[in-house]
């Protein structure tokens, strides 16, 4: 089982910038592990948001693309670090982990719990 933990959500002006983290812990480490973000926002689907995969290569949806940038401190912490923020980015942001790797222990998708990202 893996445990993600969120932080840095909260309110900010638009234009103004947020860094969103995510911590996980308790999968096994010889398992490669993908982090990406979501977000929902009232009464709207959960999106992708962006990705850092296990070798560090990035991937955003088009709506955020130039303006975050997903990062990693190490294997197991990833950053999002979101600029340039607009109203339409509000909403509660999710971290997800995959676990990969040749292993049956390596694969399950886990989420966090959720940090709201405010905008006005």
């Known amino acids: 089982q893996v445990q993600l933990v969120e932080s840095g959500g909260g309110s900010v002006q638009a234009g103004g910038s947020l860094r969103l983290s995510c911590v996980a812990s308790?999968?096994?480490?010889?398992?490669?592990?993908?982090m990406s973000w979501y977000r929902q926002a009232p009464g709207a689907e959960r999106e992708f948001v962006a990705i850092i995969n296990g070798e560090g290569l990035t991937g955003y949806s088009e709506s955020v693309k130039g303006r975050f940038n997903a990062s990693k401190e190490n294997k197991n912490t990833s950053f999002l670090q979101m600029s340039g923020l607009k109203v339409e980015d509000a909403a509660v942001y999710f971290c997800?982990?995959?676990?990969?790797?040749?292993?049956?222990?390596?694969?399950?998708?886990?989420w966090g719990q959720g940090t709201q990202v405010t905008v006005s």
């Open positions: 308790g999968g096994p480490n010889y398992c490669g592990l993908d």
């Open positions: 997800k982990a995959q676990l990969y790797g040749s292993a049956r222990a390596c694969m399950g998708d886990y």
